[in-house]
């Protein structure tokens, strides 16, 4: 009964390689995000879906492209893989309520280590 | 551009030694201040929403509270188990923003 999954969890690739990751919400949320954590722990947003319109982009490179087939699912593409790219992968849900604030859930993680 | 400093960076305990974490933040037109904790290994795990100057939340041994410009964790009597790094986060229109969190360690 996981609220929000990830796969892979770990993935470790070579640079120059094309590689996906998926997220999952049995919430009935109707926005999901992408966020990525450096070796320094700060989490920083780079995409957001709302019932699959991206309405978050925040100056990702394009090698990197979210998809979102529904509202339950967003996917990560990353082109051209960098060793920079090299981070901690968090897939988020949230249902913005009226009257109150948003409160954001977190899938578990994909560690992505390129060589 | 939205801004969120947590202090300490880390904070050693022994079991039973309450203590309190900070975290100052500007940002355009607040819509909420988030604590999540996150274990090791772990996506962060939501605790609590702060909205209004003066509010006030606990869940066990944690309670939250919030100012204009500042928020407070209290940690009342730590257990080894409240070992993790703990996250703040603020919502403007748009977006969270994190501060870099606070790494707690309780010792038996």
């Known amino acids: 009964d996981t609220a929000v999954s990830q796969t892979p969890k770990y993935l470790v690739t070579q640079m120059g390689n094309d590689k996906s990751i998926k997220c999952e919400q049995n919430l009935g949320h109707d926005t999901m995000y992408w966020y990525k954590q450096d070796s320094k722990k700060f989490l920083k947003i780079m995409f957001s879906?709302?019932?699959?319109?991206?309405?978050i982009n925040e100056t990702v490179p394009n090698r990197f492209s979210p998809k979102s087939p529904d509202k339950a699912h967003l996917n990560l593409h990353i082109n051209s893989l960098e060793l920079g790219d090299s981070a901690v992968y968090f897939c988020?849900?949230?249902?913005?309520?009226?009257?109150?604030?948003?409160?954001?859930?977190f899938g578990p993680g994909t560690r992505l280590l390129v060589l | 551009e939205d801004q969120v400093t947590q202090s300490p960076e880390a904070l050693r305990l022994q079991e039973g030694e309450s203590s309190s974490l900070n975290c100052s933040y500007t940002v355009s037109g607040l819509r909420g201040l988030f604590w999540y904790r996150q274990d090791p290994g772990k996506g962060p795990e939501f605790l609590f929403t702060?909205?209004?100057a003066g509010e006030e939340k606990e869940k066990e041994r944690l309670k939250a509270t919030l100012t204009k410009k500042e928020s407070f964790l209290h940690i009342t009597a730590p257990k080894p188990e409240d070992s993790a790094t703990y996250l703040c986060?603020?919502?403007?229109?748009?977006?969270?923003?994190f501060g870099a969190g606070t790494t707690v360690t309780v010792r038996a």
């Open positions: 986060a603020v919502r403007n229109d748009y977006k969270l923003s």
């Open positions: 879906y709302n019932n699959k319109e991206l309405i």
């Open positions: 702060l909205y209004s």
């Open positions: 988020a849900s949230s249902q913005v309520p009226s009257g109150s604030p948003e409160t954001q859930y």
